[in-house]
């Protein structure tokens, strides 16, 4: 098993996934799973009204992008998603770099750097 | 005389059919305004309606109500069995459709009644105990009242009080009943943290309502006439009317129009002007519905947060309060011009009106709340009517019946 392999894991406001699809693409980047996630920071939420109830939601609904890399440094992938999802306001969201064992890909069986590219 | 006539005869089987539908809108409604976990529980409780207080009325709802009259407070077993409710009219309700079309159209309005209250019982109330107390709610609360003010001989009905669709006998009776029902029952846990689940299927389902109330106020003319046609009008007018009212207030107090406001303020509306529907005008309905929907505002958005009561999906506020308002309103504006078959109102010199309404509203009001309470109370000697802290907090879906809404994780 030759090189590392890292998860890099970006939890962010729903509004700007496209962009940050398209700009992961840019770099190389094909693959990843996305989530519909509920979470909480620093940011403050936001008063909703149900009929005669008020209620304070601070959970709010964000994105998780999960991203195995192995070829395309850590660093270019957190750049790129800095780049786009910069406001530098409450609520642009973090960016988790996790090590990874190793990668089984199900269908051919192969493992490491090869499960994560496709034959040509 | 007595003779069907087959214009009015189509048009009432065509409003029956647009009133049972309401039932069907309303566990929409309600449905979603329910947590995930809970809204089957809710939907069931308006089929349930369906189920009982049909059976309930081809057996004895009927001739309680219509029947002949014992002592202006009850009908007599003359119809027992729907026997002798066939298509012959029976001119003391409708002299030109068949009387078997008449109950028809009366039960589709027994159904949603008592539907109506499992909005304040919400999210809490044992199944069984429901169906239990639906089944006694028709019977001791419902025919009774229907009977007062619609039966002929009834003592409402003699004294002159006018519901033309029943915001007396539907709204009154349910939503005070609701009240009482989510007093006694108690609040759900976690009260301040629970919101709606899927609004867009409240908004179909208030849609619905909207459309089934058409049947239900332009139907209750029992006839292709002017007063179908004014109570069709005043019925949309009123419902627009409680809409941009409610909308007013929300922008007033909070600057936002919410869509559940949009349908609250809607029934609302509907809710105001279904006693008035064939006796005032349409210009009158446009403030009976935009009141009406201020008045539901203020219920549901400071006397309930104040006071504390749980009316989960506001049966009560929007019903109770809605339909009280009606009462007073159409002793207000009724018009001799609109239907000659009514009387005028408070603008029209006849103040007598306002205080025939006002007596109605106090014996509805005292009847359905103390007799809602009895049986509630009664039931509780029987059986438990809350289910457990676990039941609850599981959701009555899956701990009362055995179900998912959406389920786990098939795909």
Redesign the interface.
């Known amino acids: 098993m030759e090189g590392k392999f890292y998860k890099v894991e970006i939890i962010t406001s729903s509004s700007k996934f496209e962009e940050l699809k398209d700009a992961l693409n840019e770099i190389g980047i094909s693959g990843m799973t996305v989530s519909n996630v509920l979470g909480c920071g620093m940011q403050k939420g936001h008063k909703e009204f149900y009929r005669g109830l008020a209620l304070d939601i601070n959970l709010l609904p964000k994105i998780k992008v999960e991203i195995v890399v192995c070829d395309i440094p850590t660093e270019l992938v957190v750049e790129t998603a800095k780049k786009v999802l910069h406001t530098g306001k409450m609520g642009d969201g973090k960016i988790f770099i996790y090590d990874v064992k190793n990668i089984i890909r199900i269908s051919n069986g192969a493992e490491g750097r090869d499960a994560l590219r496709y034959n040509k | 005389m007595n003779a069907v006539n087959a214009a009015d005869t189509s048009f009432i089987i065509f409003a029956t059919a647009l009133v049972m539908l309401m039932t069907p809108g309303l566990a929409l409604f309600y449905g979603g305004m329910v947590r995930r976990k809970n809204v089957l529980s809710i939907t069931i409780h308006s089929y349930a309606a369906m189920a009982i207080v049909s059976i309930q009325w081809v057996l004895i709802g009927y001739t309680l109500c219509f029947g002949k009259d014992f002592a202006g407070f009850i009908g007599d077993f003359q119809f027992l069995g729907s026997q002798g409710v066939g298509f012959l009219p029976n001119a003391n309700y409708a002299a030109t459709i068949p009387q078997s079309l008449f109950m028809l159209f009366q039960l589709m309005f027994a159904i949603i009644t008592p539907a109506i209250i499992s909005g304040a019982i919400a999210e809490r109330m044992k199944f069984f105990a429901f169906s239990v107390f639906i089944l006694l709610w028709s019977i001791i609360v419902y025919d009774p009242i229907a009977h007062w003010v619609w039966g002929y001989g009834g003592w409402l009905k003699n004294l002159g009080v006018l519901d033309f669709a029943g915001g007396y006998v539907v709204e009154i009776s349910s939503g005070i009943s609701a009240l009482v029902a989510a007093l006694v029952l108690g609040r759900r846990k976690k009260l301040?943290?629970?919101?709606?689940h899927n609004i867009p299927m409240t908004m179909l389902g208030a849609g619905i309502l909207w459309f089934g109330w058409f049947g239900f106020n332009a139907g209750s003319a029992l006839a292709i006439n002017g007063v179908a046609l004014n109570a069709f009008i005043t019925t949309n007018s009123s419902a627009a009317a409680g809409i941009i009212a409610w909308s007013i207030c929300?922008i007033a107090s909070?600057r936002?129009v919410?869509s559940?406001?949009i349908a609250?303020g809607m029934v609302a509306g509907l809710v105001a002007i279904t006693p008035g529907a064939g006796f005032v005008s349409p210009l009158a309905s446009i403030l009976i519905g935009g009141i009406g929907g201020m008045l539901s505002f203020f219920g549901?958005?400071?006397v309930?947060?104040k006071l504390g009561y749980d009316d989960s999906l506001?049966a009560f506020?929007c019903h109770g309060i809605g339909g009280i308002w009606g009462g007073i309103a159409t002793g207000i504006f009724a018009s001799k011009a609109i239907n000659s078959a009514g009387t005028n109102g408070l603008i029209y010199g006849n103040i007598k009106l306002v205080g025939i309404q006002l007596i109605a509203i106090v014996a509805t009001v005292a009847y359905s709340a103390v007799m809602t309470f009895i049986i509630l109370k009664i039931m509780g000697k029987f059986m438990s009517l809350r289910v457990t802290s676990e039941e609850e907090m599981e959701g009555l879906d899956v701990s009362l019946h055995g179900e998912e809404a959406y389920g786990g994780t098939s795909v």
């Open positions: 301040k943290t629970i919101t709606p929300e909070r936002k919410t559940l406001g609250s549901v958005t400071v309930k947060q506001d506020g």
